[in-house]
């Protein structure tokens, strides 16, 4: 199944979802130096999003989480791509800034925690593979 | 997006990697939000400036643009610094973090960046009138700009922030626009408001309900006849804290309150509604526990300075009590002598920083504010248990 979005951050990659019905706060919602997710009460409380093809609504918290991502992706622990239903601008400038494809305007309720899916941000696509 | 010739040139790298890279961040976002073009601003405040904030990623990202000859090209202030700039050992800041935070200073200052160090640039000099187009970072100063001043900024990350310094413009959307800054939801106070902490409460009271509502919608409120700069700051920090809000109008106060009608939807805050938003702020447990107190979430203004120095005239503090504050606000303060009869209380002036951004994690048990923001982030990122108070009884809790 294949989704058309928006370019938010251009790149390609592959990798297997973990979706959160929930925004997340890079900063203090994500330890920098593992990848986990620490948000006390979020739904991917102690998950890891290395490598992981992250989804979810939209970003929320502090004007700093964009040197978040960058830390993430400079420590090895940052996500393949991240999808989202509507980036707003914190996530968006991390991400462009760290090279972290990603896509918004995806109907992200048809993705399912480990699923394979392929980004092709430049196009906006977005594959269940 | 439309881009003049000479945007074009730098987006190729013409001027240089930073100003390039800058570009290509002010073009990616115009670009996903549908700017139609660029616009000159005349002034940036720019946020990630603590080292335990930013890391050493953080800071080889601003190295990197600072390494070239990028420089500002409209007026630009910082940020509060992880510690204060002079006085980081009476802090307890260890010499290791203290020689990382000067170097991410230097960077920013290499790039013709002003180091204020403070979370209220318009208290000193950094002052965008009505209409005025700028680009913030800091969420309760861009609340502040929008709503109290009238100026025009969206809630910057660091990065976007800084492009806009070193470029001198923005992406024309979001709250640049008049349509965007048109009122959702009526808000009725009916209940009495006053000081910082009462602002902070109703703050808590507002942002929660429209966080809840999962649309951001800009409130008008009515029922407040007065505000003073430092109730309204504090109201600026607690609905971008707990309502993620960037503006809202207030009805005789505010000045666009005068360009929209109150909208229909209504929210009733009471008396009831703001002891609950205070109440949520308390963590059970006696006050006793307190073993720190700190003023100045958002930093403290020349007035609260001299309230504190009244209060503490001839008495003798029994805790470590943070005072934070702007460097420019201090130099005042001194002059005054307002700090001497700080300091010989034994309170501690903690310039350029604050109790949310300085490496204090798990340092204290449980602090006593004023500041529904500090709340927020001393049980969040240092984990202490808060005690939210008025103004002048976190002074007397730190002389118990």
């Not at chain 2, 643009?65 to 800041?93: C, F, H, Q, Y």
């Not at chain 2, 809630?155 to 959307?173: C, D, F, H, I, V």
Request: with cysteine; net charge negative.
């Amino acid at each position: 199944m294949i989704f058309h979005g928006r370019k938010i951050s251009p790149g390609v990659a592959e990798g297997e979802a973990l979706v959160s019905a929930m925004g997340i706060s890079f900063y203090g919602g994500i330890e920098p130096e593992t990848g986990l997710i620490v948000e006390k009460g979020h739904d991917l409380l102690g998950q890891s999003i290395r490598e992981k093809v992250l989804i979810f609504p939209t970003g929320k918290g502090s004007t700093v989480g964009s040197y978040t991502l960058y830390r993430l992706k400079k420590a090895g622990n940052a996500p393949a791509a991240i999808i989202n239903a509507e980036s707003e601008t914190i996530t968006a400038v991390g991400c462009i800034i760290s090279d972290i494809p990603c896509v918004d305007h995806i109907p992200i309720e048809n993705l399912k925690n480990g699923m394979r899916i392929r980004v092709v941000a430049e196009t906006g696509i977005v594959e269940i593979l | 997006m439309e881009l003049s010739e000479e945007e074009q040139k730098i987006l190729n790298g013409y001027a240089g990697e930073a100003n390039r890279k800058a570009m290509e961040i002010l073009v990616a976002l115009g670009t996903i939000y549908g700017a139609d073009r660029l616009i000159p601003v005349t002034s940036v405040q720019v946020s990630g400036v603590s080292y335990d904030n930013l890391g050493e990623a953080g800071l080889e990202f601003l190295a990197d643009m600072a390494s070239g000859d990028a420089k500002a090209k409209v007026l630009t202030t910082l940020n509060p610094a992880g510690m204060d700039i002079e006085n980081w050992r009476a802090l307890g800041i260890d010499a290791d973090f203290a020689k990382n935070q000067e170097r991410v200073i230097e960077a920013y200052t290499k790039m013709g960046i002003i180091p204020t160090c403070s979370c209220t640039p318009y208290l000193f000099g950094n002052v965008p009138h009505y209409g005025e187009h700028i680009s913030w970072g800091e969420s309760s100063a861009v609340c502040f700009a929008n709503s109290v001043l009238g100026a025009r900024t969206n809630r910057e990350g660091g990065p976007s922030a800084l492009a806009a310094a070193l470029t001198g413009k923005t992406p024309n959307y979001g709250f640049h626009l008049t349509e965007n800054r048109r009122p959702g939801l009526s808000v009725q106070v009916r209940a009495t408001i006053s000081g910082t902490h009462g602002f902070g409460a109703l703050g808590v009271a507002i942002g929660k309900v429209i966080e809840a509502q999962n649309t951001k919608c800009i409130p008008y409120i009515v029922g407040i006849p007065q505000a003073s700069i430092e109730e309204l700051k504090s109201f600026c920090a607690s609905l971008a804290t707990y309502g993620g809000l960037a503006l809202f109008h207030l009805q005789g106060i505010t000045p666009e309150s005068l360009l929209f009608e109150a909208p229909q939807t209504s929210l009733v805050i009471t008396q009831e509604d703001l002891e609950n938003a205070a109440n949520f702020l308390n963590d059970p447990g006696p006050v006793d526990e307190v073993d720190f107190v700190s003023l100045g979430c958002p930093h403290l203004s020349l007035q609260e300075l001299a309230r504190v120095a009244d209060r503490l005239k001839g008495v003798k503090v029994k805790k470590p009590f943070w005072i934070t504050t702007a460097r420019p606000t201090k130099y005042i303060a001194d002059q005054m002598g307002y700090t001497s009869i700080i300091e010989e209380a034994g309170a501690i002036f903690a310039s350029d920083t604050c109790c949310v951004v300085a490496p204090i994690k798990g340092r204290f048990k449980a602090i006593a504010t004023d500041s529904a923001k500090a709340c927020y982030y001393a049980a969040a990122k240092n984990g202490f248990k808060t005690h939210f108070m008025p103004f002048d009884e976190v002074i007397a809790e730190a002389l118990k």
